[in-house]
C-alpha cells in the first residue's frame, strides 16, 4: 500500500492536467520571448475569445470521450444548428428565438447520433462521420450554400459586448465549463458516464442505463456544437454551412492533450480540456504572431498532439 | 514402449499471493493418453501453460525429447517444438480457410520465389492431414466459421499435426460435444496415440478417463498427488486423490440449516431458447443454494437471465409469492435480486475507478439528494465495507491496484451495499487463496442469515459447495441433474454427480 502511495505522489504531479498546464506555461513563455505583442491584455483577451468555439466543443466531446466513444458529427452540427438559428433570427428578427432554435436542433442532432449509437448498436466512429458528411449536406441545402446574412444586430453584441469587463464569450465558456465540471464529479450522470467509459459490462451488471448514459453523452454533444456554432454566429455575424470544418479533430485534440485517453474510456477531465482547448487557441495564435505560414502552423499542431499523447504514455508508465 | 517424451522436473511458479505450482515433477511417455486431473485452482492449467509458452515457469526444468527447453519461449516457438494445446476455446482464425489455419506460421513456400506462399501444397498437405484423422471430408478452402465444432476440433489437431507434433494437450475437448462426437473424438485420439503422439487429456468426466487414458496423474494446490495406471485402479481411488483430505473450511453439517417452508425464489419452467429448457427451481429463505456442474453447465446463463443480464426466452420468475418480468439488471436490482458476476476483471467492477466509487455503483440513489452525490457518505459506507471485509486498500484507491482477492471483496461490497434479498455468487473465489475463501464464504452463510433473504453460490470447486452450502443442487448442459441435502452434502457426492454424465 505504501508503494501506491509514493508512485500516487509522482502521478499526481503528472496528471490531473499539470503536465499540460506546464506545456501551457513554457509554450506562452516561448511566444513572449519571441514577439513582444504576444504577452499583452489584448492579445490574451483575443486567445481567449478566438479558443471559445473549441473550448465549448471540447466539453461535450470531453463527456463522449470518457464514457468510451468518439463524435466526429461535431463541426457539421455546428454549421446546421447556426444556419438554422440563423435564418429563424432574420425571418423573425428575434435573437432570443434564433439562439433557442440553434441549441434546439443541436440537441435532436445529438439525439440522431445517441439513438443510432446507443440503442441500434451502430458503431460510434462510423455513425459520426456519416452524419458528419449527412448534417454538413443538409446545411448546404438548407441554405443552398449560400451564407445567411443580415441578422439582427443584437447577435453581434453577444461576441463583442462584456460584462464586468470580462468579454461575453469568456462568460459562456466559464459557465458552461463549471456546470459540466460539477455535472461530470458531484452527480451521479456525471459518475454513471465515467463508470459507463471505464467497463460498460459492469456497469449494465450493476444496473447502471448504459444505452439512456450513452445517449446523454451524445445529447450533450449536440448542444455544446450547437452553442459553439450561436458564438460562431455571432463572430461572423452570418450563419455558414460551411463553418466548424475539422473541428472535431480541434476538439479532440484538446481532450486529449488534456488527459482524456482516446482508447479507453473512464479518463478525462474538465480541467484538462480547457487548458488544451487554450493551449491550441495560444498556439495557433503565436505562430500566426510570428509570421510561421499556415503549412508549418499544421506541423506544429501535428507535433504538439504527438507530445501530449507521449506524455499520456509517459504518465501511465509512470505507474 | 515407455520412452519418456516429456518430462516436468521441480516446476515452480508463483504469482502474487499464490503459489501456483509448488515443485511439480511428472512425466510422460511416447504415445499414451494421460489424463491430468484435478480441481480447479490445481494447477493443471497453470503448467500446461508453462509447456505452450504462454507462462515462464520461476524455477525448474521442462525436458521434451531428451532435450531441455529454455527457460523462456514463446507460444510459436514451443509449437515448432512439437507442443500443441487445443483450449476449450478453440484458437482459430474463423475468418480464415481450414488450410491457412492449419499451416498458419508454417506456411509452405515456394522456393525459388522468396516468400510466396505455396497455395497448391497447403492445400493438398491439408487434404493428407485430415485424411490422418479420417476427415477428409472437410474443404481445405472453405472458411472456419461455416464448420461445425467437431470439424472444427479436427482442424485444431491437424493444425498440431502439421507441424511435427510430439505431445498434444487437450484441455476438456468434450465440454460442448454430444455423445456421438464425443465417441468420433476418442477414435482420433486413439490414431493419434498410434501414431505415437503423446496426448494429455484434461477432463473432470470419469467416464471418459476410464475409456482413453492409460494413466491418470493428480493434482492439488499446486502440487502432485500421485500417479496411477488407470486400469488398475477405481473411479472412487481417483476421487479421493482429487478431493484429498478435508480442508478446515468445511462447514460442520450441524450449520447447515434445514430448508424453511418460505420459498423467496421461484424459477418455473425456465427456457433460454438453447440449451435451458423447462428447468424449474426453488429457492428457500435463509439458505445458500450451491449449484455444481462443469463448463458448459449452463449455470452461468441461467443465473444471468433470472437477473437481467441477458434475455429470458421463456418462463416465469416469482420473487417472494410475486410474478416479476425483469427486463434489465435495473429491473432486477429494484426487485431486490442481485448478480456477482464470475469475471471480476471483465464485467464485475470499473477497474480504473476508486474503490469508495465501485462500492456505491449499484445503489447511487442511496448515496445522493437530488442527483447530487454526497461524497462524505460515500467514504464512511465504502470504509465500513472495508472494515467489515476485512478489505486491504484505502477508500480513494484504484481497484486495479488491489489483489485479486481484494477486488473481489470489492466486488461482494458493492452487492451488499445494492440492498438486494437475492444474491447471486457466480464463482465468488476464484483465484482467491484459502484464507481469503474462508472469510468470503463465512460473508456469504451471513448474508443469507438475515430474514428474507437467501443466496445462490454458483462454484466449479467441489470443496467450496461442500464448504457454504445448506443444499446443492448439480447442473449438467441446462438440466439440473441431482440434488444434495443435509448429510449427503460431502465432497465425494458432490463429485461423483458432477462428473458422471447426465444423460
Known sequence: MEKAKKSFSVKKLLSGGFGTVLMLIILMLVFSILSPMFFTASNLSNVLIQSGTNAVISVGMTYVIISGNTDLSVGAILALASCVGATLMVDTGNVLLGVCAALAAGIVLGLVNGVLIAYLKFQPFIVTLSTMWLFRGLAYLYTGGQAVTGLPSGITSLALGSILYIPNIVWIIVIVYVICYVVLNKTTMGRKVCAVGDNSESARLSGINVKLVTMATFVLSGFCSALSGVIYMARLNSGQPIAGQSYEMYAIAAAVIGGASFTKGGIGSMGGTLVGAIFIAVLNNGLTLLNVNTYWQQVCMGIVVLLAVGLDRFRKSVK | MSEKVLEFKNIKK??????????????????????????????????????????????????????????????????????????????????????????????????????????????????????????????????????????????????????????????????????????????????????????????????????????????????????????????????????????????????????????????????????????????????????????????????????????????????????????????????????????????????????????????????????????????????????????????????????????????????????????????????????????????????????????????????????????????????????????????????????????
Request: hydrophobic residues 40%.
Open chain 2, 14 to 503: 508463483e504469482f502474487p499471493g499464490v503459489k501456483a505450482l509448488d515443485d511439480v515433477s511428472m512425466d510422460f511417455n511416447k504415445g499414451e493418453v494421460a489424463a491430468l486431473l484435478g480441481e480447479n485452482g490445481a494447477g493443471k492449467s497453470t503448467l500446461m501453460k508453462i509447456l505452450s509458452g504462454a507462462y515462464t515457469r520461476d524455477s525448474g526444468q521442462v525436458v521434451l525429447d531428451g532435450k531441455e527447453l529454455p527457460k523462456q519461449y514463446s507460444t510459436l516457438e514451443a509449437r515448432g517444438f512439437g507442443v500443441a494445446i487445443i483450449y476449450q476455446e478453440l484458437s482459430l482464425m474463423e475468418e480464415m480457410s481450414v488450410m491457412e489455419n492449419v499451416y498458419i506460421t508454417h506456411e509452405p513456400m515456394k522456393l525459388k520465389m522468396g516468400r510466396v506462399i505455396d497455395y497448391k501444397k497447403m492445400k493438398e498437405d491439408t487434404q493428407e492431414q485430415l485424411k490422418k484423422l479420417n476427415a477428409e471430408h472437410i474443404d481445405p478452402l472453405r472458411k472456419v466459421k461455416e464448420l461445425a465444432l467437431p470439424e472444427k476440433q479436427m482442424v485444431e489437431i491437424a493444425k498440431a499435426l502439421a507441424v511435427d507434433c510430439k505431445v498434444l494437450v487437450m484441455d476438456e475437448p468434450t465440454t460442448s460435444l454430444t455423445w456421438e462426437e464425443s465417441a468420433r473424438l476418442f477414435e482420433v485420439i486413439h490414431t493419434l496415440k498410434e501414431q505415437g503422439i503423446t496426448v494429455i487429456y484434461i477432463s473432470h468426466r470419469m467416464d471418459e478417463i476410464f475409456k482413453i487414458c492409460d494413466k491418470a496423474i493428480v493434482m492439488r494446490d499446486g502440487r502432485l498427488v500421485g500417479s496411477l495406471e488407470v486400469a488398475d485402479s477405481s473411479q472412487d481411488d481417483l476421487i479421493r486423490m482429487m478431493s484429498g483430505k478435508v480442508v478446515d473450511m468445511e462447514l460442520s453439517n450441524k450449520e447447515r440449516k434445514k430448508r424453511s417452508s418460505n420459498a423467496v425464489l421461484e424459477l418455473e419452467h425456465i427456457t433460454d431458447g438453447g440449451f435451458i429448457e423447462d428447468l424449474s427451481l426453488n429457492l428457500y429463505e435463509g439458505e445458500v443454494l450451491g449449484i455444481g456442474g462443469l463448463v458448459g453447465s449452463k449455470r452461468t446463463e441461467l443465473a444471468r437471465m433470472i437477473c437481467g443480464a441477458d434475455k429470458l426466452a421463456g418462463g416465469t420468475v416469482k420473487i417472494k409469492g410475486k410474478v416479476c418480468n425483469i427486463k434489465d439488471t435495473r429491473d432486477a436490482i429494484n426487485n431486490k435480486i442481485g448478480y456477482l458476476s464470475e469475471n471480476r476483471k471483465e464485467d464485475g467492477l470499473s477497474l480504473g475507478i476508486s474503490i469508495e466509487e465501485n462500492t456505491v455503483h449499484c445503489d447511487m440513489k442511496a448515496v445522493s439528494r437530488y442527483s447530487f452525490i454526497d461524497w462524505k457518505k460515500v467514504r464512511s459506507i465504502s470504509e465500513s465495507y472495508i472494515r467489515k471485509l476485512k478489505t486491504k486498500g484505502t477508500s480513494p484507491a484504484k481497484v486495479v491496484n488491489l489483489s485479486g482477492g481484494n477486488q473481489q471483496k470489492v466486488a461482494i461490497a458493492k452487492w451488499l451495499h445494492a440492498g438486494c434479498d437475492i444474491l447471486i455468487f457466480d464463482e465468488p473465489t476464484r483465484g482467491i487463496d484459502v484464507a481469503a475463501k474462508a472469510e468470503i464464504h463465512q460473508l456469504i452463510r451471513d448474508f443469507a442469515k438475515v430474514e428474507g433473504r437467501a443466496a445462490i453460490v454458483i462454484s466449479s470447486e467441489v470443496n467450496e459447495l461442500v464448504a457454504v452450502s445448506d443444499r446443492v443442487i448439480v447442473m449438467s448442459k441446462g438440466h439440473i441433474t441431482g440434488e444434495l441435502e443435509g448429510d449427503e452434502i460431502v465432497q465425494s457426492n458432490v463429485l461423483k454427480y458432477v462428473t458422471t454424465k447426465g444423460r
